[in-house]
């Protein structure tokens, strides 16, 4: 009989593995040297993905306030050149928040860059 090697802590990491695998396909959650390959790719995305979220959000804001400000005939660089010399420092985020459910502020946001740029 071969001797046992790792006994318990190998049985909890491999657990820990198929686990992590659960609700994946086939033999991706079935079978450990698969289910563990999966993992290790699923972990990369994941890093990955959490940095690409926060680029692609904020190209999303951009498109918005770029859609904005062409609705009151300024360019989004322009928009945003008038803002910086007003020295207005609301982030992109919040100036699309308010582009998007309350017009009327934006509005007077863009006003405010306006008289004083």
């Known amino acids: 009989m071969p001797r046992a090697r790792k006994g318990a802590a190998r049985r909890t990491a491999k657990n820990r593995v ?17 289910a563990k390959s999966a993992v ?47 020295s207005i420092a609301i982030d992109r985020k919040m100036l699309a928040e308010l582009a998007v459910s309350d017009g009327e502020a934006f509005d007077r946001v863009l006003e405010a860059a306006q008289t004083a740029g």
């Open 40 to 86: 290790i790719r699923a972990e990369a995305y994941a890093t990955r993905d959490r940095r690409q979220k926060k680029r692609q959000m904020r190209s999303l804001w951009i498109t918005r306030l770029s859609a904005a400000a062409r609705l009151r005939d300024l360019t989004y660089s322009r928009m945003m050149a008038l803002l910086k010399k007003a």
């Open 18 to 34: 198929l686990k992590a695998a659960k609700g994946y396909k086939g033999s991706r959650s079935k079978q450990y040297r698969t």
